[in-house]
């Protein structure tokens, strides 16, 4: 096998001496493809129904003919889903299992299609209860053959299919049909560009009339427009020897295979980017040899020599000439094929196996976290969901948060308090996280719980989360962590020992007589309401005359503002009435619920002193961003000390009522572990906390750099030093061109995310699109602190905005291509650019002696340079806002430091 090679400084060091990076001229762009030798058209797996032994294959061969349902289409954001109106239609899939036709009765409404390739997941008896009040006038075993197909994209752009099956076996064939497509669909978006090539195949093939297709619905599917270039798509129609009729321009559907389209596809949409890197690599020669193959690996794509046989095997994976194949050399069109496939890709997905178990203490892990998780929009007049928290666990989320407020039937409601947001049963949200808590991660979740209700309610609340997690729930401490008494050594537990479990954060009941309340605040007022009121109206939505302060103290769920406070906000011309509204009133943490706390109890944050000295590594604070950000700037290195022993969350401050997100990185470089973001607005920030977690799989959790996870870092995130450990890199990238952009002028803006001396942008000119080619070559030099950096590419004209988020440590150095994705990370089908990268490694720049430092498990801090391993290529070639908490928070904890 291809031993995957470390992006070695050696290799790139010797890169540079040699001159061998590489930047093709005059060269024209054509669009991404990805392997060429794709065969099957939508594989649908086969399984039997361990109830009536129907195959999937049967299933779906009865469901293209049609079925009879009651239907009603439902959005996961409605406010009032039980208002759905039912309808009787007819449901098929077409021939290709490409599309799902509804066929309504009546003419009242027009016939839907859903593409199958949106399906994300079949569920059975989802919802029962909120279903259209028409339903419910069916007998009662109509109930129990209810199928809801959930479709769409993104996090929010979602929609649910509720089917209820006319008889028992109707219900078996679509349970079992469903499933299998829903299964099929999510292995083809490993694959976008195959994907998108078989549905243009299709799409073709639907066209067809008397059993021919005509060569040019064939043309304008692949977007060949220009006459010489449909002239050269005849020739290459005989090329390829296929027979068709030269009078009519016709193909007979017969000979249309799949191979033949993608054939003509690959010959009309010759890279000659690519052509003159492989120009510039081979001189006046028309092949590459093995050799020379082998030495482009070694110096351009940063790998390991390589053994010959498995460079044979790479060349025979993607040589599409037999007799260059049996030579043994890359004909342009190979090279071609390797570069597009995806060992092309820039993304490092070695990064993927790389985590390994999870040994260390969860402080010194960054949790992936959300805010206010029920929201799907606004802060102020959005809905509340039970999808969102489905939707956010599925994206590998470990922390979410339920804010709990007292129910008007004894079970507390789950929504933003004094505001107009919609509200659903604490039951059902935890019913939700149970179900979908360990699909994406097996790692722990953590419920940060906003606690605003009686005694009476929160003992409901400790009683199911009993019942419905059973033993997901964490029941004791293990480890040293049980002993509280040495709080210098005790530390938490691994992720990888919390395997499956599920933990609570809140306050706990003190003991000895020592009361933990719940301040609730309650408005007599109706301050917020009013003007939550008057935002959804559309009345008030210009802000300018309200100021930060008084929106924080109303818009959000914290605690009334102290006395402290209040001062200093009416020096800043705050009306004295903003706070005549609130009333005090405390409320006992219930034991129940207090005896459910286990590692991650919240207290109030006073000071760094009073953390070390005072509290247990199982005790954790809570900061809004403006106030953790001033913490950042005056004690970063006391802020990153803190968060070794101890976890700290930090969210939305109220004033963004928008759901904007912060910059989550200047919190990371401080060691917070959960920052938390508003999920629902896929903005940079998001994008960010997307590339962060994407390094594992979405696994939810990512070791920090080393300078962090040591008591006696020395590492300070805004000094210019370099971090001990950490080995500086310089990144050189040229951005060569662009495929499937927008036909308009296209520029591409590189934005670098670290900590202050790394964060820079650079853009392009701009070029005309769709297939523009830049030549752009920028060099960032010497970046400080690699372990936290992020690389954002985006390409932005009026209407549409292309985007790629990458952390720098899953960069591959050579000649890359960079898939685009929308700002929900949707990737965009062949939208990509062609890069070439190469990082240069100064070991030489570092500190001849690294800090002293101590740690749990070491006492140095090695060399942190990733060495993360290529994937091999012969594998490629086989084919909170938490309630009162916040008083007496950061700033003091500054102070009194």
């Known amino acids: 096998l291809l031993k995957p090679g470390p992006r070695s400084r050696h290799k790139q060091q010797a890169m540079s001496k040699q001159g061998a990076h590489r930047t ?112 419910k006038l069916l007998p009662e075993n109509h109930r129990e053959r209810y199928i809801s197909v959930l479709y769409g994209q993104g996090l929010l752009n979602l929609h649910f299919l509720n089917l209820v099956a006319l008889d028992e076996r109707q219900y078996f064939i679509w349970k079992t049909g469903l499933k299998a497509l829903a299964q099929a669909a999510a292995a083809n978006k490993a694959n976008p560009t195959n994907k998108y090539l078989q549905s243009t195949y299709l799409h073709v093939c639907s066209q067809a009339k008397k059993d021919v297709v005509k060569v040019d619905g064939i043309l304008d599917a692949l977007h060949v427009h220009e006459k010489p270039r449909r002239k050269h798509a005849l020739q290459m129609l005989e090329k390829l020897e296929v027979d068709f009729n030269k009078k009519t321009k016709t193909i007979a559907l017969e000979k249309l295979t799949f191979e033949v389209f993608n054939s003509l596809r690959n010959e009309l949409e010759e890279r000659a980017d690519i052509a003159a890197v492989f120009k510039e690599l081979v001189g006046e020669g028309e092949k590459m040899t093995i050799e020379r193959f082998g030495e482009f690996l070694t110096v351009d794509q940063g790998y390991d020599p390589t053994d010959r046989v498995v460079l044979e095997g790479v060349i025979a994976a993607f ?196 009361v933990a309340t719940v301040k609730r605040a309650m408005r007599t007022s109706t301050n917020v309401t009013a003007m939550a009121k008057q935002f959804n109206a559309g009345e008030a939505t210009d802000l300018k005359d309200v100021t930060n302060e008084e929106l924080d103290s109303l818009v959000t769920d914290e605690e009334l503002p102290n006395e402290k406070e209040q001062k200093e906000m009416l020096k800043q011309g705050v009306e004295a009435q903003a706070f005549k509204g609130y009333e005090k009133s405390t409320t006992n943490v219930s034991k129940p619920l207090s005896d459910l706390v286990k590692y991650t109890e919240a207290v109030t944050f006073k000071s760094f002193s009073h953390a070390r000295t005072e509290q247990a590594c199982t005790q954790m604070s809570s900061f809004p961003e403006r106030k953790a950000l001033v913490i950042t700037k005056k004690a970063p290195r006391e802020f990153i000390q803190h968060n070794v022993r101890q976890l700290t969350r930090v969210y939305p401050q109220g004033t963004r009522i928008d759901s904007s997100n912060f910059n989550p990185v200047p919190l990371w470089a401080c060691g917070c572990q959960l920052v938390a973001l508003n999920y629902q607005t896929s903005d940079v920030a998001m994008q960010i906390e997307r590339a962060m977690f994407e390094r594992n799989g979405h696994a939810g959790y990512i070791l920090k750099s080393k300078p962090m996870r040591y008591q006696s870092t020395s590492f300070d995130p805004l000094s210019n030093d370099l971090a001990p450990g950490v080995v500086p890199v310089t990144f050189d990238i040229t951005i060569i061109s662009g495929q499937h952009l927008p036909n308009a002028m296209c520029g591409v803006t590189v934005e670098l995310f670290g900590i202050p001396h790394d964060t820079a ?62 700002e929900d990370g949707t990737p965009i089908v062949q939208a990509s650019l062609f890069v070439c990268t190469r990082i240069t490694y100064h070991e030489d720049l570092m500190p001849k002696r690294a800090s002293r430092t101590s740690s749990l498990h070491s006492s140095s801090v090695p060399s942190d340079r990733s060495t993360s391993p290529m994937p091999t290529l012969s594998e490629v070639g086989a084919g909170d806002k938490d309630t009162e908490e916040q008083e007496e928070e950061a700033q003091s904890g500054v102070s009194a430091e």
């Not at 129910?407 to 939700?432: K, M, N, S």
């Not at 372990?787 to 390409?795: A, G, Q, Y």
């Open 761 to 822: 942008v650079y853009t392009t000119d701009k070029i005309k699109g769709p297939h523009p080619v830049w030549n752009a070559r920028k060099n960032f030099d010497r970046l400080h602190f690699p372990d936290l950096l992020f690389v954002r590419f985006s390409v932005s004209v009026p209407g549409c905005t292309m985007q790629r988020t990458l952390p720098f440590n899953s960069i591959r150095p050579g000649y890359r291509h960079i898939g685009l994705q929308s």
């Open 319 to 514: 040589e599409p000439v037999a007799e260059a194949r049996e030579q043994k050399v890359f004909t342009v069109d190979g090279f071609t094929n390797y570069l597009l496939s995806k060992d092309g890709d820039v993304y490092n997905t070695a990064e993927l196996a790389k985590q390994g178990e999870l040994q260390e203490p969860l402080s010194h892990y960054y949790i992936s976290s959300s805010h206010n998780t029920y929201l799907s929009g606004h802060q102020l007049t959005g809905v509340s969901t039970v999808e969102m928290y489905t939707q956010v666990l599925l994206a590998g989320c470990r922390c979410v948060e339920i804010d709990c407020w007292d129910g008007p039937d004894g079970e507390p409601l789950v929504y933003h308090g004094y505001t107009l947001t919609t509200r659903i049963r604490f039951t059902e949200v935890i019913q939700a996280i149970k179900k979908y808590a360990f699909v994406r991660s097996p790692y722990p979740v953590i419920l940060s719980i906003e606690n605003h209700c009686c005694l009476l309610q929160q003992e409901f609340m400790a009683t199911k989360f009993t019942e419905v997690f059973g033993e997901l729930l964490v029941s004791e401490q293990v480890g040293k962590a049980k002993t509280t008494w040495d709080r210098v050594s005790a530390h938490l537990p691994s992720p990888e020992a919390l395997k499956y479990k599920i933990l609570i954060k809140n306050r706990k009941r003190r003991q000895e007589g020592e």
């Open 24 to 135: 093709p001229s005059n060269a024209a762009s054509q669009p991404v493809v990805d392997e060429s030798n794709v065969r099957v058209l939508h594989v649908v797996p086969k399984f039997r129904d361990v109830n009536t032994d129907l195959e999937s294959s049967v299933c779906i061969e009865e469901m293209r003919k049609g079925s009879k349902f009651w239907l009603w289409l439902e959005d996961s954001r409605a406010k009032n889903p039980k208002d759905g109106t039912c309808y009787k239609a007819t449901v098929k899939i077409d021939e290709f299992n490409d599309q799902l036709t509804v066929e309504f009765d009546g003419k009242k409404q027009k016939t839907r299609q859903i593409s199958i390739a949106d399906f994300r997941e079949t569920r059975l008896n989802h919802h029962i209860k909120l279903m259209p009040k028409a339903l």
